[in-house]
């Protein structure tokens, strides 16, 4: 039986450190968007996944992506560009077309409530695995 493992992360370098000094609020605020990118980023491996599945596995690729993007201030994800590729063109840019069927991203806002654009990365890891059957 083959199984299929998507694996991501989430580094959103602009926003990772608080800046000593910010308020609770702030640093609590920023938590929430982090999570909510956290849950964004799920579904965006979902899409992956799923076309992965159809498309890529028959074909035995695998390897791991890094995609950088930008969301802007009404949550639309633009300039998403590979910074790490797996070899595979086909499988760089699964991650770019799972991330723009995804949706809006999570808005973030400043420690003023202003929303502000942000630059996040993403790495993926496709993996093709073989699993005994266990028995029942």
Same mark, same amino acid.
């Not at 996944?49 to 890094?66: I, S, T």
């Not at 790490?84 to 070899?87: A, E, N, P, V, Y």
């Given at each position: 039986m083959m199984s299929i493992l998507v694996a991501m992360g989430l580094?959103?370098?602009?926003?990772?450190?608080?800046?000593?000094?910010?308020?609770?609020?702030? &640093?609590?605020?920023?938590?929430?968007?982090?999570?909510?990118?956290?849950?964004?980023?799920?579904a965006v491996a979902r899409k992956a996944?799923?076309?992965?599945?159809?498309?890529?596995?028959?074909?035995?690729? &695998?390897?791991?992506?890094?995609v950088q993007f930008r969301i802007e201030t009404d949550g639309a994800v633009s300039d998403c560009k590979i910074i790490?590729?797996?070899?595979s063109t086909d499988l760089d840019a699964l991650v770019c077309i799972a991330i723009a069927k995804t949706g809006p991203a999570p808005i973030h806002l400043n420690a003023d409530g202003v929303a502000e654009p942000k630059t996040a990365q993403l790495p993926v890891r496709f993996v093709l695995s073989d699993i005994a059957h266990r028995p029942e």
């Open positions: 580094a959103t370098p602009a926003a990772a450190q608080i800046e000593q000094g910010d308020s609770l609020g702030t &640093e609590i605020a920023m938590g929430i968007w982090r999570d909510n990118l956290r849950e964004w980023s799920l996944q799923n076309a992965y599945a159809r498309d890529l596995v028959p074909m035995g690729v &695998e390897g791991r992506v890094v790490r590729t797996s070899g």
